[in-house]
């Protein structure tokens, strides 16, 4: 499977952004489906995560109430709906696909190449 991130760029403050991670060579319907990001100098962290049928997910604290993932399988397609954005939510966002839900990035099995997000002030 082969994930390809897109929709990144360069937002102010308090705006937002739609992620999307298309797959191809397989299905995603398979796999629970994770964002992760990691920023200049830090380590990767996860963001949120969507089980295969989309019938629940996760959030990290930091973007509860702001972010929402959500799923069509039939698209093969994940998204990352982002609001209300700040400076600190800068970083390069990564989607994986992996057969657990979880928000340890250690099962995910396919990662995608990455988007840039960056938020000014």
């Known amino acids: 499977v082969q994930l390809q991130a897109s929709g990144g760029g360069l937002v102010q403050a308090g705006g937002s952004l739609r992620l999307s991670c298309a797959a191809s060579?397989?299905?995603?319907?398979?796999?629970?489906m994770g964002w992760f990001r990691q920023a200049p100098g830090k380590e990767r962290e996860f963001v949120a995560t969507?089980?295969?049928?989309?019938?629940?997910?996760d959030y990290a604290d930091s973007v509860k109430g702001r972010f929402t993932i959500a799923r069509d399988n039939a698209k093969n397609t994940v998204y990352l709906q982002m609001n209300s954005l700040k400076p600190e939510d800068t970083a390069i966002y990564f989607c994986?696909?992996?057969?657990?839900?979880?928000?340890?990035?250690?099962?995910?099995?396919?990662w995608g190449q990455g988007t840039l997000v960056t938020v000014s002030s």
């Open positions: 994986a696909a992996g057969p657990v839900f979880t928000s340890n990035p250690s099962p995910y099995l396919y």
């Open positions: 060579g397989g299905t995603l319907s398979r796999y629970a």
């Open positions: 969507i089980t295969w049928s989309g019938g629940a997910s």
